[in-house]
């Protein structure tokens, strides 16, 4: 039977993370990914100290590396359920097999869902985006969209402007407050009001702008769209985990959940998080979740030596191993 100290579920940034640190300060740790990061679709990856403008892939194979390079294991797969052992534990289900663990690290992210536009997914991290900060500096001074409509979508369009002179904002009829209106206008926003019925590409295969249903076409060189984010929280949720009333699991500042020996990290709970702040946030909830083993090793340590058992030289399974 395997047996680990901490299975990680989702093997981007925040689950990395988190097990470089665990494996470093020799735990037994399993990392289970089903390998489909949310930031595949982009080339470059931007914003991370040290890192930035490698590609996505290439910053996940490196972490994977370090993580095996500290005898922490990594298996493709997918999570289907988790239950409690009934000792503190938990059972983790992967492809038919029963992998035991003492504690849980959930950074199952989220999932973009996009306005139904025929050919927003198909340039989605293209010259579709939704980060400003991720993707603004590489489409400067170009001619820029924001899709709008949605709340907080004003806002997120003035943010846009800080890369741009030429930023249409494109809304349904009737949606602008006369606050807002003004807003756009001081920063030299264009409001276009309508339907959208798709996006032009040219034969380069580059976006040359937004066909509007009147068969306008607005040249724009890149759109940006805030998505709407869905928590994959369906393995928390089934642990009972609290979430609020977007879904974002509730956790306090070390990440752990409400449910013991359950912590999560990343975009799980923090939709806004970026890739650096998710590895912060991983490998914080590692801190934290080696100081519980820790306190449950002593509390082991101490009952076995109520009931007459020897101390043993550490109750660190990797220790034992390698004695």
């Not at 089903?34 to 080339?43: F, S």
């Given at each position: 039977m395997n047996r680990y100290d901490v299975v990680v579920i989702g093997?981007?940034?925040?689950?990395?993370?988190?097990?470089?640190?665990?494996?470093?300060?020799?735990?037994?740790?399993?990392?289970?990914?089903?390998?489909?990061?949310?930031?595949?679709?982009?080339?470059?990856?931007?914003?991370?100290?040290?890192?930035?403008?490698?590609?996505?892939?290439?910053?996940?194979?490196?972490?994977?590396?370090?993580?095996?390079?500290?005898?922490?294991?990594?298996?493709?797969?997918?999570?289907?359920?988790?239950?409690?052992?009934?000792?503190?534990?938990?059972?983790?289900?992967?492809?038919?097999?029963?992998?035991?663990?003492r504690r849980l690290l959930v950074t199952t992210g989220l999932r973009d869902?996009?306005?139904?536009?025929?050919?927003?997914?198909?340039?989605?991290?293209?010259?579709?985006?939704?980060?400003?900060?991720?993707?603004?500096?590489?489409?400067?001074?170009?001619?820029l969209g924001v899709l709008g409509g949605t709340p907080g979508a004003v806002r997120y369009a003035q943010i846009v402007r800080q890369w741009t002179h030429d930023l249409v904002y494109f809304t349904p009829p009737d949606t602008l407050t006369d606050i807002e209106r003004t807003q756009l206008l001081a920063r030299a926003i264009g409001v276009v009001e309508g339907t959208i019925d798709r996006l032009v590409i040219d034969d380069a295969d580059h976006l040359r702008g937004v066909q509007m249903h009147d068969s306008c076409v607005i040249p724009r060189d890149a759109l940006f769209v805030p998505p709407r984010f869905v928590a994959n929280n369906i393995l928390l949720v089934g642990l009972a985990c609290?979430?609020?009333?977007?879904?974002?699991?509730?956790?306090?500042?070390?990440?752990?959940?409400?449910?013991?020996?359950?912590?999560?990290?990343?975009?799980?709970?923090?939709?806004?998080?970026?890739?650096?702040?998710?590895?912060?946030?991983?490998?914080?909830?590692?801190?934290?979740?080696?100081?519980?083993?820790?306190?449950?090793?002593?509390?082991?340590?101490?009952?076995?030596?109520d009931h007459g058992f020897p101390p043993s030289p550490t109750t660190n399974a990797r220790s034992k191993e390698s004695a």
């Amino acid at each position: 039977m395997n047996r680990y100290d901490v299975v990680v579920i989702g093997g981007g940034a925040a689950g990395l993370s988190a097990a470089l640190v665990l494996s470093r300060a020799r735990r037994k740790v399993l990392v289970v990914d089903v390998g489909e990061p949310r930031n595949a679709p982009a080339t470059p990856m931007h914003g991370y100290l040290s890192r930035d403008g490698i590609a996505p892939a290439e910053l996940l194979a490196t972490g994977r590396d370090e993580v095996k390079g500290y005898g922490g294991d990594i298996v493709a797969g997918t999570v289907t359920d988790l239950v409690p052992d009934g000792r503190s534990g938990f059972w983790v289900l992967v492809g038919g097999q029963r992998i035991s663990a003492r504690r849980l690290l959930v950074t199952t992210g989220l999932r973009d869902e996009l306005p139904d536009i025929e050919g927003l997914g198909d340039r989605w991290a293209r010259d579709v985006l939704h980060c400003p900060y991720c993707h603004g500096h590489e489409v400067r001074d170009r001619q820029l969209g924001v899709l709008g409509g949605t709340p907080g979508a004003v806002r997120y369009a003035q943010i846009v402007r800080q890369w741009t002179h030429d930023l249409v904002y494109f809304t349904p009829p009737d949606t602008l407050t006369d606050i807002e209106r003004t807003q756009l206008l001081a920063r030299a926003i264009g409001v276009v009001e309508g339907t959208i019925d798709r996006l032009v590409i040219d034969d380069a295969d580059h976006l040359r702008g937004v066909q509007m249903h009147d068969s306008c076409v607005i040249p724009r060189d890149a759109l940006f769209v805030p998505p709407r984010f869905v928590a994959n929280n369906i393995l928390l949720v089934g642990l009972a985990c609290d979430v609020d009333e977007g879904g974002w699991v509730v956790v306090d500042e070390t990440g752990r959940t409400s449910v013991p020996g359950v912590w999560a990290a990343g975009n799980i709970v923090d939709p806004r998080a970026q890739v650096i702040t998710a590895a912060g946030a991983g490998s914080a909830a590692a801190i934290a979740l080696n100081a519980d083993l820790v306190d449950d090793d002593v509390a082991n340590a101490v009952r076995d030596l109520d009931h007459g058992f020897p101390p043993s030289p550490t109750t660190n399974a990797r220790s034992k191993e390698s004695a």
